[in-house]
């Protein structure tokens, strides 16, 4: 029979709050937390799939389900050695230290999770693993997500001196050039799409100005300002100049 102790997960790390932390802390981070993934949330609106957010808050419901009642919080703690001291408590227990890492394998769509597995500690080696001090547990943390980050967001293509020079000197930017530059950045739409997190119908929209199909001009500036940011472009200046030219041509 399985052993929910056994589970990796750190409800403490889900809510972002220490061990020690009081029941009304716990319900405002609860609360800031479904605030910022909900699916209204514009700030993620082009950052995460509908499918991440609801993983996050279903870990952030479980984490609030176990730490808002007192005995199961107390179990919880007990069996993860925690809250036995208050004044000797710290996170540099290696489970604490692995639980971001192993949070973000759960929120990551399937291919990203493939493409990290090389880099990724296994459970089992985690759990059996001596621990070698916080800063190198960091220092791993911080490597893992440089190496998927890197790899994400690489672009791979052939430096034409002249068509970067216009790049960096334009002020406007159209559907059609920044079609150009996806192109010339050897970059597909279907790839566009895995990296911005917007829809490659709106991305076409964008490249093709229809405007007709394309959502307001606060979520178009969003999904141009991830646009431009993947390509490697200015996307404050990209944003704008899109939005701007939207307005003075969308019917």
């Known amino acids: 029979m399985n052993n929910p102790t ?8 889900v809510l972002e ?22 699916s209204d949330s514009i700030a993620l609106y082009s950052l995460m799939s509908p499918e991440e957010c609801r993983n996050v808050l279903e870990m952030v419901e479980e984490a609030y389900s176990i730490l808002s009642d007192p005995t199961k919080r ?31 394998r759960e929120v990551m769509p399937t291919h990203q999770v493939s493409s990290a597995s090389s880099v990724l500690p296994s459970a089992d080696f985690t759990l059996n693993s001596q621990s070698t001090g916080s800063d190198s547990a960091s220092s791993t943390a911080t490597n ?6 890197q790899k994400r967001f690489a672009l ?9 020079k216009e790049i960096e000197e334009a002020t406007e930017f159209t559907g059609d050039f920044l079609r150009k530059i996806r192109e010339y950045k050897n970059l597909d739409l279907d790839r566009l799409s895995d990296m911005t997190k917007v829809s490659r119908l709106y991305l076409q929209g964008i490249e093709m100005e229809d405007f007709g199909k394309l959502p307001a001009p606060v979520y178009v ?6 646009y431009a940011k993947c390509l490697k472009l ?6 704008n100049s899109y939005v701007a030219r939207m307005k003075k041509l969308k019917p």
């Not at 056994?6 to 790390?13: A, F, H, P, T, V």
């Not at 791979?156 to 970067?164: K, P, R």
């Open 221 to 226: 500036r969003g999904f141009v300002f991830q």
């Open 234 to 239: 200015k996307p404050e200046v990209v944003a």
């Open 74 to 104: 107390k179990r919880y703690d007990e069996a993860r050695g925690l809250n036995r001291d208050f004044s000797s408590l710290s996170y540099n227990s290696l489970s604490d230290r692995v639980a971001p890492l192993r949070i973000e």
């Open 156 to 164: 791979d293509y052939v430096i034409n001196a002249d068509f970067e």
């Open 144 to 149: 893992v997500n440089k190496l998927v980050t």
């Open 17 to 38: 709050i220490p061990a020690n932390a009081r029941s009304e802390e716990i319900y405002h981070s609860y609360q800031r937390a479904k605030a910022a993934y909900s």
């Open 6 to 13: 056994s589970d990796l997960k750190n409800y403490y790390e």
